[in-house]
Nanobody, 124 residues
Framework: QVQLVESGGGLVQAGGSLRLSCAAS????????MGWFCQAPGKEREFVAG????????YYADSAKGRFTISRDNAKITVYLQMNSLKPEDTAVYYC?????????????????WGQGTQVTVSS
């Protein structure tokens, strides 16, 4: 069982930056691949970025490439999403998620545990 708690969301102007954090519970955090997803009102939850258990492999949605960076600190059992050059269309609730497995996946249904989400609002 893994419990996830996101933080770091807020209101930022277009072009600004935010760093989201996801604190996890459990002693086997490095066994879990992690992902960040976002969900805007009226839209489905979308993949943003993923990272392997060791942190050695990362992958991104096209919309996030070059602007967002996912990372993790297994000693602190925390995963991060650094978001730069934010755009109004990035406005959404951002969720972190965890799963057992090594293959890359952008499918929300493949993740086993979810946080409660943190709101990111980007003003124009």
């Amino acid at each position: 069982q893994v419990q996830l708690v996101e933080s770091g969301g807020g209101l930022v102007q277009a072009g600004g930056s935010l760093r989201l954090s996801c604190a996890a519970s459990g002693r086997t955090f490095s066994s879990y691949a992690m992902g960040w997803f976002c969900q805007a009102p009226g839209k489905e939850r979308e993949f943003v970025a993923g990272i392997s258990g060791s942190g050695g492999s990362t992958y991104y949605a096209d919309s996030a490439k070059g602007r967002f960076t996912i990372s993790r600190d297994n000693a602190k059992i925390t995963v991060y999403l650094q978001m730069n050059s934010l755009k109004p269309e990035d406005t959404a609730v951002y969720y972190c998620a965890a799963r057992i497995g090594t293959h890359r996946t952008v499918v929300a249904g493949h993740y086993d545990y979810w946080g409660q989400g943190t709101q990111v609002t980007v003003s124009s």
